[in-house]
């Protein structure tokens, strides 16, 4: 007979804690059933090894040195993760591989488990070209394990986690080329800010190439489609990531899913599955689609927390998150860009040259740039330069929040910062209504006045 509980959660990354740990403080039975380590890819294999490599990598430490440091940082954060700390919750934590054989029905090993709810957070895993399958190639989950620091290293993508990595193995020692099909790198992100992050790069002695990989080159390295070899003797292979849940059976279960991920509404319920949702990586929401961040799989637990735990209507929002790449100099951006946001909307652009911190510290690359709407709604924003990341956060609660510029014009920052670059940016626009024909002769009639 199954063991039968109120929330059955596949997968203990990022989405599947949060909504464990959530059901399980309001008193659910819960069951988390994980198949790999718990923490799942962020903790493992992605962001806080990655940011940790960054890190170690900019202070000159050696290869040995930094494998110890991502070694401490993983451990240090692991028992927030571990499954001993969700058992003290009240969770029984299932390891193995989960599997639908019918509705909300599971095996797991020689356990038939059943929930009230199913929450697959699946998460995904690299993406990896077929020309590569029998050879010798990296992905974020195996190039910690290296042995030692390749002297050159060939990347494939050029997106944030491409970017990034091609920043570290640089500031490491090692000759770096950036391979990309694409026009430009970080092709999602808006223009503006994409260029002090390439001319940052190219001066730290980076490669790119802008054409697409066609095969492997014979004395190691890749073969480009117009016949070029560029050598390596490593290949770290960061071209995006996949979904395959074939192993769940999610037929079983009545789930549609594709290459993007299980196809859910914009509550996050699988499509033709009553009373299971999708979190994470693995959610691709109607008309949003997959938005693979840590950040975004804990908004994913909120919105689902919220409807099992009190039936309350919740959605994810169709506005693109907050986002950052963390290289030097980081771009950090949310919401719409200009083109995006269409005819009618507006940019306003305030430089790091001038702003006084940039200046005392004499690093002025980079920009910030707000996007607006033509009553003056922020509709995103952009910065790149030193501690973007940190700075974005501001911005990010305007465009949640629908806030008029205005608001934010009046708010009074510490000085000398970088924020206060966006302070200025909205600043010049509050001068354009202060210093407007209008308020002028107002203020030209009042001044008449005894």
Same mark, same amino acid.
């Given at each position: ?26 008193g659910?039975?819960?069951a ?27 202070k !000159? ?116 080329t ?11 992100? *808006? ?8 001319? =940052? ?12 990989a ?29 979904? *395959? ?5 999610? %037929?079983? =279960? ?19 599955a ?27 637990? =909120? ?24 290289s ?12 995006? =946001? !269409? ?40 910065i ?17 929040r ?7 014009? !009046? ?25 407007? %024909? ?13």
């Amino acid at each position: 007979m199954a063991e039968r509980f109120d929330l059955v959660v596949v997968g203990a990354g990022a989405a599947g804690l949060s909504v464990a740990y959530g059901a399980a403080r309001m008193g659910f039975h819960v069951a988390l059933v994980e198949r790999g380590e718990m923490g799942g890819e962020c903790l493992n294999a992605g962001c806080v090894p990655s940011k940790t490599l960054l890190a170690a990598a900019r202070k !000159g430490l050696s290869w040995d040195e930094v494998r110890r440091e991502i070694r401490r940082a993983v451990e240090t954060i692991a028992p927030v993760d571990s499954q001993a700390r969700y058992e003290g919750l009240g969770v029984t934590v299932i390891r193995g591989v989960a599997r639908f054989v019918g509705k909300r029905a599971l095996v797991v090993g020689d356990r038939d488990i059943e929930g009230r709810y199913v929450v697959v957070a699946a998460g995904s895993r690299p993406f990896v070209p077929t020309f590569l399958a029998g050879q010798n190639y990296l992905t974020n989950e195996t190039v910690w394990d290296l042995a030692k620091k390749p002297e050159k290293i060939v990347i494939l993508g050029g997106g944030p986690m491409g970017v990034e990595m091609a920043d570290a193995f640089a500031s490491l020692g090692s000759a770096v080329t950036l391979v990309t099909g694409g026009p430009r790198i970080l092709a999602r992100e *808006d223009a503006d800010l994409v260029a002090p992050v390439r001319a =940052a790069l190219q001066g730290r002695g980076i490669k790119f190439e802008f054409l697409a990989a066609a095969g492997v080159a014979p004395g190691g390295g890749i073969l480009l489609q117009d016949g070029r070899e560029v050598v390596g003797d490593a290949v770290l292979v960061a071209a995006g990531r996949v979904v *395959d849940i074939s192993d769940l059976n999610p %037929a079983a =279960a009545g789930i549609a899913w594709g290459p993007r991920g299980i196809r859910t509404d914009r509550r996050l319920r699988a499509m033709g599955a009553d009373k299971i949702f999708a979190a994470g990586d693995v959610a691709d929401p109607e008309g949003v689609g997959a938005q693979r961040f840590t950040h975004v799989a804990g908004s994913h637990a =909120a919105v689902i927390l919220r409807q099992i735990l009190f039936r309350l209507p919740a959605r994810v929002s169709a506005m693109p998150p907050v986002r950052v790449v963390f290289s030097a100099p980081e771009l950090a951006q949310v919401g719409l860009t200009l083109e995006q =946001a !269409g005819p009618g909307a507006r940019a306003l652009v305030q430089h790091f040259a001038e702003n006084d911190r940039a200046i005392c510290e004499g690093d002025t690359a980079g920009l910030v740039k707000l996007v607006l709407n033509r009553r003056g709604r922020i509709l995103g924003a952009g910065i790149v330069g030193p501690g973007a990341g940190e700075m974005i956060g501001m911005y990010a609660l305007a465009v949640a929040r629908r806030m008029n510029v205005l608001a934010l014009a !009046g708010v009074v920052l510490p000085y000398p910062i970088r924020g206060e670059a966006g302070r200025r940016a909205t600043g010049a626009y509050a001068a354009e209504k202060i210093f407007a %024909a209008g308020p002028r002769f107002l203020a030209r009639l009042l001044a008449r006045l005894p």
